[in-house]
């Protein structure tokens, strides 16, 4: 079954960088796209990009430009989501999750991780 | 960007009762709006793809109508493990996918 398994929470203080991992298994990693989605607490869903794990190719929110860089490492099928300049606004939990294509239903997600920012 | 904007934001209903939740998107987006729910803790779960396709293992009392800008998810005859905060998603731009605000529904 497909599994997104993710890193485990951080506290960060503002100005730094923070880097979440998302170990995917069950399917062939190359196959689906993988989207980075956060969620501030008592907050809604907000998109932060997109990564092809086939290619590396990624596409970014506008807010986020600049400031977030997604890669991959298909030795180990996980993908990586770093955001830096990091402020209190950012303290979220953050989700990897897959679809199929880029324009596509958001099929399975990652258990999420807490990215607390504060000083 | 394609704003969605779901109502009601808060819904509060008896078990067995139906329950409407609308999306409506700032320009058309066809039939490429999705829906989700997540309950407290966890993670969100795919209900509905392409406005109206159920997916394998959701009960059949959710389903799915709309095109274009306007969209409605139906829940039949609500059960207490609805208690959930339901999203819509859209897909048409290949820019930026966006989501809707959330609608909670809570069980009186």
């Known amino acids: 079954q497909v599994q997104l398994v993710q890193s485990g929470a951080e506290v960060k203080k503002p100005g730094a960088s923070v880097k979440v991992s998302c170990k995917a298994s069950?399917?062939?990693?190359?196959?689906?796209?993988m989207h980075w989605v956060r969620q501030a607490p008592g907050q809604g869903l907000e998109w932060m990009g997109i990564?092809?794990?086939?290619?590396?190719?990624?596409s970014y929110a506008q807010k986020f430009q600049g400031r977030v860089t997604m890669t991959r490492d298909t030795s180990t099928s996980t993908v990586y989501m770093e955001l830096s300049s990091l402020r209190s606004e950012d303290t979220a939990v953050y989700y990897c999750?897959?679809?199929?294509?880029?324009?596509?239903?958001?099929?399975?997600w990652g258990q999420g991780t807490l990215v607390t920012v504060s000083s | 960007e394609i704003v969605l904007t779901q109502s009601p934001d808060f819904q509060s209903v008896t078990p067995k009762e139906k329950v409407t939740i609308t999306c409506r998107a700032s320009?058309?987006?066809?039939?490429?709006l999705h829906w989700y729910q997540q309950k407290p803790d966890q993670s969100p779960k795919l209900l509905i793809k392409?406005?109206?396709q159920s997916i394998s293992g959701v009960p059949s009392r959710f389903s799915g109508s709309g095109s274009g800008t306007d969209f409605t998810l139906t829940i039949n005859s609500l059960e207490a493990e609805d208690a959930a905060t339901y999203y819509c998603?859209?897909?048409?731009?290949?820019?930026?996918?966006?989501f809707g605000q959330g609608t909670k529904v809570e069980i009186k």
């Open positions: 392409y406005a109206s």
């Open positions: 320009q058309s987006i066809g039939s490429s």
């Open positions: 998603h859209q897909s048409s731009s290949l820019l930026e996918t966006t």
């Open positions: 999750a897959s679809s199929l294509i880029a324009a596509a239903p958001i099929d399975y």
């Open positions: 990564i092809n794990p086939s290619g590396g190719s990624t």
């Open positions: 069950g399917y062939t990693f190359t196959s689906y796209y």
